[in-house]
């Protein structure tokens, strides 16, 4: 089992970290709990407090992964909730060159399906692109994009393509001064591990959402984006694989 001390994303890792055991009451760690519940499907109110509803959502995660119940969290139940997290974060062997790992890594963390918990823009899976930020506000697109690019580019030891950042606006401008930016409908067929921009329809120098890549099938883009929909939208509820035509889309290559 993977567990948060060897974690190499270190925010993540302190906030699954667990100094002393907890139970039955309001505390953080009960939030953080039935958080991580739902992570795995379980949906308990998420409201700080272990009553009766929260134990019974842990016994029934304690079912389902074939462990003992208990009425205390310590850190190996912690690690337990935080498998999926952990899995999208897990090390991977570089792969050819950086765009072919960028595809795999993505993969990696769609497989995962990462989802919104306890409001707009908000729960464990945000807090991971957005290095802790959560809220209505904090879109979650380009987090998603540049985590995965990010440390795609640690891997292979070269300059992240693509900026750390919370915004395509920003995308777009690194993009552009680094020449790496392409117009839509200027470049067939895009590489897989390039990064799209989506344009505002009211503001073409305004790109409204990003994503992966992954593939170009005759200009039918297969890609993997976060904070999306079954609607595309730019705010939406998850992280999922999307087809889109390549004709709309801006494109910065990596």
């Known amino acids: 089992m993977l567990n948060s001390s060897n974690c190499s994303d270190v925010r993540l890792a302190k906030e699954l970290l667990i100094r002393a055991p907890f139970g039955k009451g309001k505390s953080a760690g009960a939030k953080l709990l039935q958080e991580y519940l739902w992570v795995n499907g379980i949906k308990p109110t998420i409201d700080g407090d272990w009553g009766p ?64 918990i306890n409001g707009a823009n908000s729960g464990p899976w945000v807090r991971l692109y957005m290095a802790g930020n959560e809220g209505a506000q904090w879109l979650w697109c380009a987090g998603f994009v540049t985590y995965i690019t990010a440390y795609c580019s640690g891997l292979h030891g070269v300059e992240n393509p693509v900026p750390r950042t919370f915004g395509c606006d920003a995308l777009a401008k690194k993009a ?46 297969l890609t993997a984006e976060g904070n999306t929909d079954a609607n595309g939208t730019s705010n939406g509820f998850e992280a999922n694989s999307r087809m889109r035509a390549a004709r709309g889309l801006d494109i910065v290559l990596t």
């Open 176 to 221: 552009k001064a680094d020449g790496r930016f392409r117009q839509k409908g200027t470049l067939q067929p895009v590489p897989p591990g390039s990064v799209f921009l989506l344009p505002s329809k009211v503001n073409a120098a305004d790109w409204v959402h990003t994503g992966i890549v992954l593939s170009d099938n005759g200009g039918t883009l």
């Open 53 to 116: 509803t929260t134990q019974h959502a842990l016994n029934a995660f304690c079912a389902a992964k074939g462990v003992k119940p208990v009425a205390t969290a310590d850190q190996a139940m912690m690690d337990l909730l935080a498998q999926p997290l952990l899995r999208a974060v897990a090390a991977i062997s570089p792969q050819a060159d950086l765009p072919a790992s960028i595809v795999k890594y993505a993969k990696q963390h769609l497989a995962e399906h990462p989802i919104e």
